[in-house]
């Protein structure tokens, strides 16, 4: 038997697979498919204060090895997801981890308060929005923005908080410092990279907002080197993401450092996707006679 236990800011995971905020909902349309609790943990849809749309269509396209989103953190709000979701994704057995996004300090201050009291077992700060009060900047792309949002609401939060890093940056790295140094618990990345398709008939963007994130298998090599960069420069857990398809995947990212890894866009065209990593895992330790998962962690050889 393999141990698949991870444990993450005193939080133990039945396996290191996490579906990833945004592609997984709260659960529920899965679990019509297989028992999410099954999971090592599911990250919540962004939340914010208020309920919003999201942005106008079209927000989805397909590209060679990935996918471009534009939503816009389309969700509920957090007090519909505290009474109507939160009760569902915490009978799942999975850790339950709240996804919160916010436009300036004050929401993400508050949106962390109010989720601090409530049943969820951590809690993802998403640094990769817009920061209004900054003119459209995002905190989370430079070291001293995200010393300062970490720190904040660091003050107010009573749950182990990780926070989700952008890509889109100089150095990764200098950014993990700067949120450990700040009072993170962990950090999760990558975010998904800036990019844009055009349809040349169209002479246009093909996403109605121009630009948007690239995810799935066409960011893994980012998203590997950033891993491992952060491993080396934080003592933090790191949990790592994009284009994780396989269980093979989930054990290069381990090697470069990853405690956990979050599955997301292999979710949208396979609802079973994260399950089958997850049994993928099992089997490839197994057949490498690897008892344990955490044996795994920071492994990768360099010589």
Do not use: W
Not at 177 to 186: F, H, K, Q, S, W
Not at 196 to 209: E, Q
Not at 260 to 273: C, E, H, L, R
């Amino acid at each position: 038997m393999v141990n698949t236990k991870v444990n993450i800011a005193g939080v133990e995971f039945k396996n290191p697979i996490i579906a990833a905020s945004g592609t997984f909902g709260f659960g529920r349309e899965y679990n019509e498919f297989y028992d999410v609790g099954k999971l090592g943990g599911i990250s919540s849809k962004g939340l914010t204060l208020l309920p919003r749309q999201g942005n106008a269509p079209v927000r989805i396209a397909e590209t060679p090895s990935g996918m471009l989103n534009s939503v816009g953190l389309q969700n509920p709000g957090v007090e519909y997801f505290i009474q109507n979701e939160l009760p569902f994704m915490k009978s799942t057995g999975a850790v339950v981890i709240a996804n919160a996004a916010g436009a300036c300090e004050d929401d993400y201050v508050e949106i962390v308060r109010v989720l601090s009291d409530t049943d969820v077992d951590m809690i993802e700060l998403n640094i990769s929005c817009p920061n209004v009060k900054k003119g459209g900047m995002a905190f989370g792309v430079d070291p001293d923005g995200v010393a300062h949002i970490v720190k904040v609401v660091r003050k107010v939060c009573k749950k182990p908080l990780i926070v989700k890093l952008t890509p889109n940056v100089a150095d990764i790295a200098q950014n993990a410092l700067a949120a450990e140094r700040a009072g993170a618990d962990a950090v999760s990345l990558i975010n998904t990279v800036a990019a844009m398709a055009v349809d040349f008939k169209k002479r246009k963007p093909v996403l109605a907002a121009v630009t948007g994130g690239l995810s799935g298998a066409a960011v893994k090599p980012i998203a590997l080197r950033m891993v491992y960069e952060c491993r080396k420069a934080i003592k933090i857990p790191v949990i790592g993401m994009g284009g994780i398809m396989t269980g093979t995947d989930v054990g290069e990212f381990m090697l470069c450092g990853a405690t956990a890894v979050q599955v997301g866009t292999a979710n949208i065209f396979d609802p079973f996707a994260a399950l089958t990593i997850a049994n993928e895992l099992t089997k490839l330790c197994e057949s490498d006679n690897i008892n344990d998962v955490q044996t795994l962690i920071g492994g990768l050889s360099v010589d």
